[in-house]
């Protein structure tokens, strides 16, 4: 027994590092778009950022930047490098729970629900993003350990903890609020008295925020509705599956009795998916595989909580598996980067083209504003003794036979990434060379350093 409970606690201590060994490494990657959009209002007033559609363009609301900005204020900079480890301030919420829940789940239980959450593209990749992840991944697991505390206690205790945390999580996106709504509603019929009338008004307070900051009109190019955004989801916590896999194997010889007695715990969950669900037909899709990550701590916590009586099958194994995911797949997709914004800025902002205009993407939409934002902020950070000017793509191509005369020697014209590809080597060589009918054009893309997925980034350079 002495000689289990040392494996199983290496295993553990094993997988917090090499977790902690990839997350650090997340600081050597480029900012992607995500993270220079936010970072473009970080010089904004307190005062400002409350003001209703300001982030006309983005679906959260201001309060994770107003976090930032926070910290930012509190240290005195605007480092990039610095600013991430705000989110190690998230932390502390995880941590927190363990002492919440200590009287309902045993030591191993903890150590599971600590080892699925590290285990998950949602920590490895997102947590230390400068970006929402973090805050949801934090405040969302304080939430649900006080939600589980009230919920086993049939009401008993949890209750102002559950209410206060709620509503803090309910002003960082629209589907954290969902989430809140859901667990009010189920909380509702489980107290009395005046506890009720509570519910009721803190049941308002989501709504009030997304009537409040939320906008119907964004055009989110990575909200859909698809197989593939939920094989993606999967992908993201693939241990999870593995324990859902093993009560289902365990949990059919009684009719999964665990699962129905604590259906309740869980439907918070199944209300808000419901709900995204049925928006998603009926108005826009508005679902991609980040957005579980506010209900991923519930649903881990149900989880290992309906497999109390089979834990001692599915520890070693369980542990095991979280411990390979990070090291052979979590960890190694983690150090590549989304979009390399700084090899982008790093080879197109040369000397010789410090005169010469440039485009970023080509979109015929609205997204393209936004494309505009995080191309100016990149430049700042990346280039900060000059920035080239930003024109459209139709511009460029329209006056490059006199550009390329002003600045014969710059041969980088554009950039492109952050999205599906919309810039073409035919189009740009066939646009040029219509224009400049006295020489021929060699048009090349170049792609940018550690790309492997579409978007990562391309360079386009003419000879």
Request: hydrophobic share 50%.
């Amino acid at each position: 027994m002495k000689l289990d409970n040392f494996l199983f606690h290496s295993l553990f201590f094993l997988l917090l590092g090499s977790a902690a060994y990839y997350v650090y490494h997340l600081n050597n990657l480029s900012l992607w778009g995500d993270e220079l959009w936010l970072l473009s209002f970080i010089s904004n007033d307190f005062i400002d950022l409350l003001k209703p559609y300001l982030l006309k363009d983005d679906p959260n609301y201001p309060s994770v930047i107003i976090f930032f900005k926070l910290f930012s204020f509190l240290f005195n900079t605007t480092d990039p490098n610095i600013l991430v480890w705000a989110n190690l301030f998230n932390i502390f919420f995880i941590l927190l729970g363990i002492f919440l829940i200590k009287d309902y789940f045993s030591k191993d239980q903890i150590i599971l629900f600590i080892a699925l959450i590290v285990s998950s593209e949602y920590f490895i990749r997102f947590f230390l993003e400068i970006k929402t992840s973090g805050l949801i991944l934090g405040l969302s697991c304080l939430f649900s350990y006080y939600f589980l505390k009230f919920y086993l206690s049939n009401g008993k205790v949890g209750f102002k903890g559950t209410i206060t945390t709620g509503l803090i999580l309910s002003t960082i996106h629209p589907l954290t609020g969902l989430f809140v709504c859901s667990c009010f509603i189920v909380m509702f019929f489980i107290v009395t008295n005046i506890r009720k009338y509570i519910l009721i008004i803190s049941f308002c307070f989501p709504i009030f925020i997304l009537l409040t900051y939320s906008n119907q009109n964004i055009e989110d190019f990575h909200a859909e509705l698809n197989f593939r955004h939920i094989m993606i989801t999967a992908g993201f916590i693939i241990p999870v599956l593995f324990l859902s896999v093993s009560y289902i194997f365990f949990g059919f010889k009684n009719r999964f009795l665990e699962a129905r007695d604590h259906f309740f715990l869980f439907l918070p969950v199944i209300l808000s998916l419901g709900v995204i669900l049925i928006y998603s037909f009926l108005v826009m899709p508005m679902y991609q595989a980040r957005y579980f990550l506010t209900f991923f701590p519930l649903t881990c916590l149900f989880l290992l909580l309906i497999n109390k009586e089979y834990l001692h099958f599915i520890k070693f194994p369980l542990i095991l598996s979280c411990l390979i995911f990070v090291i052979f797949f979590y960890g190694p997709r983690s150090q590549v980067p989304f979009t390399n914004y700084e090899d982008l800025i790093n080879k197109s902002h040369t000397v010789q083209c410090k005169d010469f205009p440039i485009f970023f993407n080509n979109s015929k939409t609205g997204v393209q504003k936004v494309f505009d934002k995080t191309y100016r902020m990149a430049s700042q950070i990346y280039s900060p003794n000059f920035q080239r000017k930003l024109i459209s793509y139709d511009l460029l191509i329209a006056t490059y036979r006199q550009l390329i005369k002003d600045n014969p020697h710059c041969k980088i014209v554009g950039i492109s990434g952050q999205t599906r590809q919309e810039v073409f080597i035919e189009e740009i060589k066939n646009g040029i060379n219509d224009i400049a009918n006295d020489r021929i054009f060699k048009v090349t893309k170049i792609q940018a350093e550690d790309c492997v997925k579409p978007g990562c980034g391309l360079i386009w350079r003419v000879d």
